[in-house]
């Protein structure tokens, strides 16, 4: 079995699509996958009780517990090397990795940007897309590598930006498609037999 995990740092809404994915999908039978366990930096992110709920084992791992970054990112390894995972699946997890993370995980680490990545990577995505008044806005799933919100692009969904938009309003349809966009590409990942002969 395939074991994925998925870092999260808040409300875990498309952590939560992934999990109703898995279910809905059976992607236990159809990849022969599983997501093993959840696992944040924040005792307080919301997402962990979905899990839970759903029988997902999860962990806490509060980045304000270590003096570096480094040191946080060796105890996150720890726990996510628990689950030998095949893919490690950043779903809001709003923490810069180190390269040595990165890098123990090449290949089979993924992540979601609200943005038409390359533009807008960082903060404030949709504020910054509707003061350049682009006309449309989106996701992006990536590849991560050593360079933040870059890395060979899995997938995207476009957007319109409303002449009325807010960055709430914006980031309100942006994340109804990332809802759509992660499970399918995470699906297509695991569809694609080629990466597990890498
Ligand atoms: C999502 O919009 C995700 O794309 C974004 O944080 C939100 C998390 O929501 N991620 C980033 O900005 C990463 N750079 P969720 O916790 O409800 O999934």
Known sequence: MKNIVILISGGGSNM???VRAAERDRWAERHGARIAAVVSNKAEAGGLAIAKAHGIDTAVVPHKDFATREAF???LAKVVDSYAPALVVLAGFMRILTPGFVNRYAGRLV???PSLLPAFPGLH???R???AGCKVAGVTVHQVTTEL???PILAQAVVPVLPDDT???LAGRVLAQEHLLYPRAIAGWLSDTSRHNE
């Open 16 to 18: 939560e699509a992934i």
């Open 73 to 75: 990112d060796e105890a």
């Open 111 to 113: 992540n979601i940007h």
């Open 125 to 127: 995505t949709h504020q």
């Open 129 to 131: 897309a509707i003061e």
């Open 149 to 151: 919100d870059h890395g």
């Open 167 to 169: 960055a709430a309003t």
